[in-house]
């Protein structure tokens, strides 16, 4: 018989969730200390980014357990950056990202596919006018429609190049109406402008975020080890969505470290890709060990949220 040891009883917890919730709400007044529509509004966002987590995990039983971990674990993580707080393209990128995880594992095996593609691809096509790197993700969604989840149609294939075009289509037709071309023209090319990778860009960065993004990283490479060493206890249609999940954090682990000008839009997308890993290795793993690191983990959290916010 395994041990419920104290991260699981933490995950298997009712009080988890309203706990994580009063946590982000106070750490999101307290670099302020005010209440201002920018925030408030940041906090909303992020709160409904939490519930879409939820539901996915409701959905799909990610975590085979009975646990609100994973929207826990975004509601924290977030909470400690402080360019998360207020409503903007690091909160929008991360929540259009969120929804288009949910619309697409909805698709696994269909038959039909194609409305559940196009609405997910919609998600993409939206946040990369946020999160320009979301354009670029439309390559490995097809291939994780394809291999994961099984579900590449003719008309799936055509439904998500319809939804990752679709926004600019809209954008286009109205530049052309105000006469706006040339605005047009200019912020496609700052989207697809890409720096050249260099260490010095990357020692460059302010401390804080070196610090938050290695924070992330260690949590994101540890959630991915322990899945990959323990995946044979998931169902075949659950290890395809971690698969996804893991694919994107490294891919977006990669990104982080060769555009490093994106920062604040990519910590914001790989918070929101690496949490469901995080919530998996804390609510399913049982050992000392890994007891230890929960505390360690919390610790680390907490530094990084006073690093960010004080």
Not at 258 to 286: C, D, I, K, N
Request: charge should be positive; charged fraction near 10%.
């Amino acid at each position: 018989m395994r041990q419920n040891r104290l991260q699981n009883k933490v995950a298997e917890s009712e009080m988890l969730l309203p706990v994580c919730v009063m946590a982000a709400v106070a750490l999101w007044w307290l670099p302020q200390r005010c209440v201002d529509t920018v925030h408030v509004g940041g906090l909303l966002l992020c709160l409904l980014t939490a519930y879409i987590v939820t539901e996915t995990n409701t959905r799909q039983h990610i975590i085979r357990i009975r646990t609100r971990m994973m929207s826990g674990v975004w509601l924290l993580l977030s909470a400690s950056l402080a360019f998360m707080h207020p409503f903007g393209r690091p909160l929008l990128g991360a929540a259009l990202l969120s929804l288009s995880y949910l619309l697409l594992f909805r698709s696994y095996q269909r038959r039909r596919p194609q409305l559940d593609v196009f609405h997910a691809f919609l998600m993409l096509g939206l946040g990369s006018f946020v999160a320009p790197v979301m354009l670029f993700m439309a390559v490995p969604f097809f291939f994780y429609v394809g291999i994961f989840l099984r579900s590449l149609t003719r008309r799936a294939f055509w439904a998500g190049v319809l939804g990752i075009v679709l926004p600019y289509w809209c954008y286009g037709g109205w530049c052309l109406a105000t006469g706006c071309v040339p605005e047009l023209l200019e912020r496609l090319r700052e989207m697809v402008r890409l720096e050249v990778p260099s260490v010095e860009a990357i020692v460059a960065m302010p401390l804080v975020w070196q610090v938050s993004a290695a924070v992330v990283a260690l949590f994101s490479i540890v959630g991915i080890v322990h899945y990959l060493r323990t995946n044979f206890d998931d169902k075949i249609r659950v290890r395809m969505y971690l698969y996804i999940y893991m694919s994107q954090t490294l891919l977006l682990m990669a990104y982080l470290v060769l555009q490093p000008s994106h920062y604040e839009t990519t910590m914001g997308l790989l918070v929101a890709s690496a949490s469901p890993l995080v919530a998996h290795y804390f609510s399913l793993s049982r050992t000392v060990l890994t007891t230890v690191f929960f505390f360690v983990a919390l610790l680390l959290t907490a530094g990084m949220a006073v690093l960010n916010l004080v």
